[in-house]
C-alpha cells in the first residue's frame, strides 16, 4: 500500500493518474458527481461503524484484561478453597461420628442405672400395690388386737358393774322386805324385773386371738420394708449383675469407633494437598506478573486507540471533504472559479486518501497477526473447549509429559478428565467423581453387623439374674387366711345388745322410783338405806353412761371395719401373688431390657455408619465448584479476551476492507471539488458564441 500509493503520487504529480488539472465538462458530469458522492459517503459510514466496533471492542478488551487477574485468582481461590474443605469437611464427619459414639459410650456406661430404673418403674405398678395392701393389712391386725383388747376391758368393766348391781340390787331387796318400809311392796314386782345382762358370750374369740398373735409375730410391717427396700435398691443391684456385660459391650463399640475412624483415614489427602499447594503457587505467580500484565495491556490499550485515531482521521478527513465540497460548490460553475470551501472538501478527501495509503499497510499487518492470534486461539482453544474435546486432547498420553489422573490418584481404572468434567457439572461427590471406591472399600470399613453379632452373643449368654425376694412366704399367707377364717367366725355385732338391754334403759327410771318411795318413808333407818341405794344406783347409771356406752360405741364402728377383713386378706394374697410373679419374672425382664437396650443402641451406630456412608459417598467434595471455576476461566479467556480480541481485528480488518472503494470514489470525487488550472475548451466555445435573440411581443 504504501509504494502503491508513492506510485500513486508520482504519477498524479507527472498529470497522469487524473493529476492533471482539468475536468472535461460532460453532460453527465453531476449525475456523476452524484454517483461518486453517495458512494464515498456510503463507504465512509461503513468504515466509521468498523471504527466505532474498533473503539468499542477495544474498551472491552482493556477492562477485561485488567479484570482477568483479578477474576483468576478467584478462581483459583475456589479451587483451593474446595481442596481446602474436603480435609474439613471429612473432619467434620469423624468428629461428629465421635460424638454419636461418645454418647452411646456414656449410655452404656449407665445402663446399669438406666436399666434399673426402667425395671423400677415397671415392677412398681405391681409391687407398691401389693405393699400398700400388705401395709394395710398390718393395720388391720393390728386394729383387731386393740379391738381384742378394748372388747377384754370392757368386759371386765362390764363384769364389776354386773357385780356391784347384784350387791345393791340384794340390798334393795332387803330394803324393800323390811317391815318398816312403808309402800315398799309396790317395788317389789319392778325389782323382780330388773335385771342386768353384761355377759359377751363370743364363740371363737379365744381363737380369734391366737391367730391375731400369730399374724403379729408375722411383723407384716418388716415384710412390707423389706419389698420397698428391695424396690429401691433395683438401679443398684442392677449396676453390680451388669457391670461385666457393659464392658464387653464397651470394647465392641470401640472397636466400631476404629473402624468408623479408620473409613476417612485412606482417602487421598495427599494429594489434595499437593494440589492445594500448586494453587497456591500459581496464585502467587499469577500475583507476580499482574503489575507486568496490566502495564502491558495499558500500552496495548494506547496502540489500539492510536490505531483507531488513524482510522477515525481518514473519516474524518472523508466526511469534511463531502460537507465542504457540497457546501462550496456550484454544479454549473467554472472548474477553474471553484471557491476555496469547495477546493478545501476536495484537499480533505486527497488527504483522506493519503492517510489511508499512509496507515493502511500497518493496519493490515496488525490485522494478520491479530488474525492469525486470536483465529488459531479461538479454533485451537475455545472451541474444543466447548465441545470438551480439549480434554480428551489432554487425555491423549504424551500430550502432557508426565501427566495422568488416574496414577496420581493411585486409581485403579483409567479416569477420563472429560468424565470428571462432566461429574463436576452435575456437582457430583468427590467419591462418585473420582471413583474412589476402587482404592476404598467403604463397605467393609462400616459393616458392623460382625460386631453386633458379638455384642447380641455376650447378651444372650449372660447370665444376669437378681437377688430372689419373697415378699410373704407360704407360713405367713396361711396365717392370714387363719386369721381371715377366725375373724368371719366370730359375729362381734351382739356386743351392742349389751348397752341397749331394758335394765340398763330403766335403771334412771328406778332410781326415781326408789327416791320418791324414801321420800315417804317416816323410819330414818329405812329411808337413809333406800337414799344410799338410790346414790349407788346413779353411780352405775352414770358409769354406764360415761364410760361403758362411749367404748361400746366406740366398738361398733371398729367393728364395723372387722367385717371386711376376709376380703381384705383376699385382696392382699392376690395383689402378693400378682407382684411375687413380677418379682420372680425380674430377671427375664432384665435381659430383655438389656436386649432392647443394646439394639436401640446399635441401631444408632447402624444409622451412624449409613449417615457416614451417605455423607461420604454422596455429600462430601461435590466438585460443582470446580466445574464452576474452569468455566469461569473459559468465560474469561475465550468469551471476553479472545472473542474481544477477534471483534478487535475483524473491526479493523472491516475498515481496510472498505479503505479500498473509499480511496477509489474519493480520488475520483475530489476532482469535482477541486480548483481546476485548466478550462474546458468546448465550455470556452460554447461562451465566446452570442445568444440567439428571442422575440418580443409588442403590448397593445
Known amino acids: 500500500m504504501p509504494l502503491i500509493g508513492l506510485c500513486f503520487a508520482c504519477c498524479r504529480c507527472c498529470g497522469n493518474c487524473g493529476g492533471r488539472m482539468y475536468q472535461e465538462q460532460t453532460n453527465s458530469i453531476n449525475c456523476r458527481r452524484r454517483s461518486f458522492y453517495w458512494a464515498t459517503f456510503l463507504f465512509t459510514l461503513l468504515i466509521l461503524a468498523g471504527n466505532i466496533c474498533m473503539f468499542l471492542s477495544n474498551t472491552y478488551t482493556h477492562e477485561n484484561v485488567s479484570s482477568a487477574p483479578g477474576e483468576f485468582s478467584n478462581a483459583l481461590k475456589n479451587l483451593q478453597s474446595y481442596t481446602t474443605n474436603i480435609p474439613e469437611q471429612i473432619q467434620t464427619v469423624v468428629n461428629e461420628s465421635c460424638v454419636v459414639v461418645d454418647n452411646v459410650t456414656y449410655n452404656i456406661q449407665e445402663i446399669g442405672s438406666s436399666l434399673g430404673k426402667s425395671i423400677q418403674r415397671e415392677t ?49 331387796n332387803n330394803t324393800l322386805h323390811n317391815p318398816s318400809c312403808i309402800h315398799c311392796d309396790l317395788l317389789k314386782p319392778e325389782l323382780d324385773k330388773f335385771s342386768l345382762d353384761t355377759s359377751m358370750n363370743l364363740p371363737g374369740l379365744r381363737k380369734l386371738q391366737t391367730a391375731v398373735d400369730q399374724a403379729e409375730k408375722a411383723d407384716l410391717n418388716k415384710q412390707t420394708q423389706k419389698g420397698k427396700d428391695f424396690l429401691e435398691n433395683i438401679p443398684e443391684m442392677v449396676t453390680n449383675r451388669t457391670t461385666d456385660i457393659t464392658q ?163 486409581l485403579k481404572t483409567n479416569l477420563p478428565i472429560s468424565d470428571v468434567y462432566n461429574d463436576c457439572q452435575m456437582n457430583k461427590s468427590l467419591w462418585n467423581t473420582l471413583h474412589l471406591e476402587d482404592i476404598i472399600n467403604l463397605n467393609d ?52 345388745h349389751t348397752a341397749n338391754t331394758p335394765a340398763v334403759t330403766q335403771l334412771g327410771y328406778f332410781a326415781d322410783e326408789l327416791e320418791r318411795l324414801a321420800n315417804s318413808q317416816t323410819n330414818t333407818t329405812v329411808k337413809a338405806e333406800l337414799e344410799d341405794e338410790v346414790k349407788d344406783l346413779r353411780l352405775i347409771q352414770t358409769q354406764i353412761n360415761s364410760n361403758i ?88 479467556f475465550c468469551s471476553q479476551l479472545v472473542d474481544s480480541l477477534n471483534a478487535f481485528w475483524f473491526s479493523l480488518g472491516w475498515c481496510m476492507v472498505f479503505l479500498i472503494p473509499s480511496i477509489i470514489f474519493s480520488v475520483k470525487l475530489a476532482k469535482f471539488y477541486r480548483r481546476m488550472k485548466y478550462k474546458d475548451e468546448l465550455l470556452e466555445d460554447m461562451m465566446m458564441m452570442n445568444p440567439f435573440p428571442r422575440a418580443k411581443l409588442k403590448s397593445f
Open 445 to 496: 470399613y462400616l459393616n458392623i453387623s460382625k460386631f453386633t453379632g458379638q455384642v447380641q452373643e455376650a447378651i444372650e449368654s449372660s447370665n444376669i439374674t437378681l437377688p430372689n425376694i419373697v415378699l410373704l412366704d407360704s407360713e405367713t399367707k396361711k396365717q392370714l387366711s387363719t386369721f381371715s377364717a377366725k375373724a368371719s367366725s366370730v359375729n362381734l355385732s351382739s356386743v351392742m
Open 248 to 410: 464387653r459391650i464397651h470394647q465392641e463399640l470401640q472397636t466400631i469407633r476404629e473402624q468408623l475412624s479408620q473409613a476417612t483415614t485412606d482417602i487421598p489427602f495427599k494429594q489434595l494437598t499437593e494440589v492445594s499447594n500448586t494453587l497456591s503457587t500459581v496464585q502467587e505467580e499469577a500475583k507476580n506478573y499482574t503489575p507486568s500484565i496490566n502495564l502491558a495491556e495499558k500500552i496495548r490499550w494506547i496502540i489500539g486507540v492510536i490505531l483507531c485515531c488513524f482510522i477515525l482521521l481518514v473519516v474524518v478527513c472523508n466526511l469534511l471533504g463531502l460537507m465542504l465540497g457540497s457546501a462550496g460548490l456550484v454544479p454549473k460553475g467554472d472548474p477553474t472559479a471553484r471557491s476555496g470551501t469547495a477546493n478545501c472538501g476536495g484537499l480533505f478527501l486527497m488527504a483522506g486518501v493519503g492517510f489511508s495509503f499512509l496507515i493502511s499497510w500497518i493496519f493490515m499487518i496488525v490485522v494478520l497477526i491479530l488474525f492469525v492470534v486470536g483465529g488459531n486461539t479461538y479454533m485451537l482453544v475455545c472451541v474444543p473447549w466447548k465441545t470438551q474435546q480439549i480434554f480428551q486432547i489432554i487425555d491423549t498420553p504424551g500430550v502432557i509429559p508426565g501427566f495422568n489422573l488416574s496414577q496420581s490418584l493411585g
Open 549 to 636: 356406752k362411749p367404748q361400746l360405741k366406740e366398738l361398733e364402728s371398729e367393728i364395723a371395719r372387722f367385717n371386711d377383713i376376709n376380703s381384705t386378706v383376699e385382696n392382699v394374697l392376690e395383689k402378693v401373688g400378682s407382684a411375687q410373679d413380677a418379682l420372680n419374672n425380674t430377671a427375664q425382664t432384665l435381659k430383655s431390657k438389656l436386649i432392647e437396650f443394646v439394639d436401640c443402641e446399635i441401631g444408632v451406630f447402624t444409622a451412624l455408619a449409613k449417615w457416614v456412608n451417605q455423607t461420604i459417598t454422596e455429600q462430601v467434595g461435590c466438585c460443582g465448584l470446580v466445574a464452576v471455576s474452569v468455566n469461569s476461566v473459559e468465560n474469561l
Open 124 to 172: 412398681e405398678s405391681s409391687i407398691i400395690p401389693a405393699l400398700d395392701a400388705t401395709a394395710v393389712m398390718a393395720q388391720v391386725v393390728q386394729n383387731t388386737s386393740l379391738l381384742l383388747h378394748k372388747l377384754n376391758a370392757t368386759q371386765k368393766e362390764l363384769d364389776l358393774l354386773q357385780s356391784n348391781l347384784t350387791r345393791v340390787n340384794a340390798r334393795i
